[in-house]
Nanobody, 122 residues
Framework: QVQLVESGGGLVQAGGSLRLSCVAS????????MGWYRQAAGKERELVAV?????YYANSVKGRFTISRGNAKNTLYLQMNSLKPEDTAMYYC??????????????????WGKGTLVTVSS
């Protein structure tokens, strides 16, 4: 089993920055992919960014967000710059056992955190 705990959410003005963190514990060596998803009120959950040996970003965040992993590989980050009100959502850390391509094509990750709320004011 893997446990994921997010932190770093909060309230920020449009144009500002936030850095989300996620710490994984448990059987982390099994994990092939980690990523960030978000769900805005009244909308479906969407993939934001994922990372394995490479990275993938949703078009809506490309050039503004950067996903990275810590040296110990059990920590995941999402640096969010030039935030927009439409980035307001609950952000979830997730991890998967399969290849990155599996999750880009829409498969559901195997493990999920409880989320951290990001609110961007205009």
């Amino acid at each position: 089993q893997v446990q994921l705990v997010e932190s770093g959410g909060g309230l920020v003005q449009a144009g500002g920055s936030l850095r989300l963190s996620c710490v994984a514990s448990g059987s982390v060596l099994r994990l092939g992919v980690m990523g960030w998803y978000r769900q805005a009120a009244g909308k479906e959950r969407e993939l934001v960014a994922v990372i394995s040996s490479t990275t993938y970003y949703a078009n809506s965040v490309k050039g503004r967000f950067t996903i990275s992993r810590g040296n110990a590989k059990n920590t995941l980050y999402l640096q969010m710059n030039s935030l927009k009100p439409e980035d307001t959502a609950m952000y979830y850390c997730a991890a998967g056992l399969g290849p990155l391509s599996k999750y880009i094509s829409g498969s559901i990750m195997d493990y999920w955190g409880k989320g951290t709320l990001v609110t961007v004011s205009s």
